[in-house]
């Protein structure tokens, strides 16, 4: 049979594939490892995987790369990102590193209301040439599937402007770009005082309008999703359940961002409503991870952020996948709390200081992180008909991606059986 490509000898194959779903638990260990392993890609699917002799006398490929003493592995998928923005937060990280507070410094309308301003007055141009490097960046580093939120608008016409650049990125760059509506991010000082007629608009205008754009460019079966950021100085839990049940009514899926600093209250509600994902997690009690446990969301952690921030205090990664949780992790790129564009830096952090073994923190960033995106059954894995994404890695063992760290091992990114 005539394939378009055949990947073959490598030293290992991991498929990262499974039972349909999340891996959750114990099987968060399971990479489906073919050593002497080949991929056969057609028409941008997966073909077949199997031992390099089977599918070298199988297939007659149009095009073949010898990946001798070299791992194989699905494309990253960044569940978490907030790559779109305008500015740095460089002089607020120096004031970090020397005693303040980032929740102090975003009520003092620094934070996230710096990023605003600035991204408020950038031409979207300007956005998008920004954000595309960026996306560069992640890919050549591995990433093949990347969620981008707003959040930096925090008006109607700023937060349209945002989803419009994250549109324009998804049409002009090789990786795969899902976005989410974050306009409840912070209250913009046009509703300090009034936080819940900032909550009225997000639900009565920005929501509606958000998703009939979506709906107006969108002809592929992605979803868009809807997120808030529920945490003292920012949401409440009441305000953050407005947000996400009139997101869910409009199509979007809820996203939370919970637990952060302070344990509010946002994962069971977010659960009752079905969320996707709760991300952070860092506070969260025993008896919202047995919720989590028994819930479809995952569970993304982002210890980038720790990290950045300088704190020693991670989220307990051990305790939720021994609950029974399935754990995902993401960059968080953003200016203020995770100025970070590699995915095996996160996995090199989340295996020293969350103690996820080097598999666990694999298929976190591969099989999970695209169920935190619900295409679960279209990227994340290797398996027979799944879309052609696919890293070749400058190591022989999957174990060097979090082991080394520092370098970029990624060596050949494949996306849809293309090279990029
Ligand atoms: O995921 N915590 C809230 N939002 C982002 C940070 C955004 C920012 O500081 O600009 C996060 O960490
Ligand atoms: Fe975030």
Not at 101 to 124: F, K, V
Not at 136 to 155: F, H, N, Q, W
Not at 402 to 408: L, T
Request: glycine share 8%; hydrophobic share 45%; with cysteine.
């Amino acid at each position: 049979m005539r394939i378009d490509l055949l990947i073959h000898s490598a030293a290992q194959l991991v498929t990262c594939a499974g039972p349909v779903g999340p891996k959750r638990g114990p099987a968060m260990c399971d990479l489906g490892i073919i050593e002497d392993g080949a991929i056969a890609i057609g028409d941008g699917v997966i073909v077949a995987l199997g031992s390099s002799d089977e599918l070298r006398r199988t297939y007659d490929a149009r095009r073949a790369i010898d990946a001798a003493g070299k791992l194989v592995c699905p494309g990253f998928v960044d569940p978490h990102t907030h790559l779109v923005y305008a500015g740095d937060r460089v002089a607020e990280w120096e004031m970090k590193l020397c005693g303040a507070n980032y929740l102090d410094i975003l009520t003092a309308g620094g934070g996230i209301l710096s990023t605003m301003r600035a991204t408020r007055e950038a031409p979207p141009e300007q956005l998008v040439a920004q954000a595309h490097r960026r996306l560069d960046a992640l890919t050549r580093r591995g990433v093949t599937t990347c969620e981008i939120k707003t959040g930096y608008g925090l008006s109607v016409a700023a937060e349209l402007k945002m989803l419009r650049v994250i549109a324009a990125l998804a049409q002009t760059h090789a990786c795969d770009v899902l976005p989410t509506l974050l306009a409840a991010h912070a209250v913009p000082p046009e509703f300090a005082s009034n936080p819940d007629g900032y909550i009225d608009l997000i639900v009565d205008e920005i929501i509606p309008k958000a998703a009939a754009w979506f709906q107006s460019i969108t002809h592929h079966q992605s979803p868009m999703f809807v997120d808030v950021f529920c945490e003292k100085g920012a949401f409440d839990v009441d305000q953050s359940r407005r947000v996400l049940m009139a997101g869910k009514q409009f199509g979007l899926l809820p996203k939370i961002h919970a637990d952060q600093f302070n344990a509010l209250g946002g994962v069971p509600m977010a659960l009752e409503l079905g969320a996707v994902s709760c991300d952070h997690l860092d506070v969260t009690m025993a008896e919202d991870r047995a919720r989590l446990a028994r819930s479809n969301a995952i569970a993304v952690l982002l210890p980038a952020v720790n990290f950045h921030l300088g704190s020693t205090h991670f989220a307990d990664a051990r305790a939720l996948i021994d609950a029974g949780c399935a754990v995902a992790l993401a960059t968080d790129h953003n200016p203020g709390s995770a100025p970070c564009l590699s995915p095996t830096i996160v996995m090199a952090i989340a295996c020293r200081y969350q103690k996820l073994t080097p598999a666990e923190a694999l298929n976190a960033f591969t099989i999970n992180a695209a169920h935190a995106l619900a295409i679960g059954d279209r990227v994340g894995s290797l398996e027979a008909d799944k879309q052609a994404d696919v890293l070749i890695v400058g190591a022989p063992d999957y174990r060097h991606l979090a082991y080394q760290f520092g370098v970029n091992l990624v060596e050949m990114v494949i996306k849809r059986g293309e090279i990029v």
